[in-house]
């Protein structure tokens, strides 16, 4: 099961995307590129973003008459940026993580995460995938049969 980035792209409407960005650019004249657009808080000109925090949802359901217990029907992933008021407690308590594009010298950057677990009886374990195929419209399958 693949972790995906979902992100809204019109109203009622979710892009799933398999993987996650690292950061994203503003440039100089305050135009926020790839995934900076999704957050307007992203507003320092000519800045690189950097997306030092994660949070995972993996959602589950509980398997019944099973040894195993449980089954993986979705992983999500939410990638986020925060200055870190203190790097040896992180708080994610700061505004954006943000490094200037003509920064010279030491830049540290403190990562962290957070994982939930949510128990989802909705999802059945054959569709799992569908979050992440409906939303790709480039992930259609087909079918070729061969005569041999």
Not at 37 to 60: A, G, K, L, W
Not at 123 to 147: G, K, V
Request: net charge negative.
């Amino acid at each position: 099961m693949p972790v995906t980035w979902s992100y809204d792209v019109e109203v009622g409407q979710k892009f799933c995307n398999p993987g996650f960005p690292i950061g994203c650019f503003v440039t100089e004249v305050g135009q926020p590129k790839d995934a900076c657009v999704v957050n307007s808080n992203f507003n320092e000109r000519d800045s690189f973003y950097i997306f030092n925090h994660v949070d995972i949802t993996i959602y589950y359901h509980i398997v019944e008459h099973e040894q195993l217990g449980a089954q993986l029907v979705a992983a999500k992933i939410e990638p986020k940026s925060y200055e870190h008021p203190n790097n040896q407690s992180p708080d994610c308590s700061g505004g954006p993580k943000f490094l200037k594009n003509k920064h010279t010298g030491m830049f540290k950057i403190t990562y962290t995460y957070s994982v939930n677990f949510v128990e989802d009886k909705t999802i059945r374990w054959a569709s799992r995938w569908d979050y992440i195929l409906e939303s790709m419209p480039h992930t259609n399958i087909q079918w070729f049969r061969y005569n041999w």
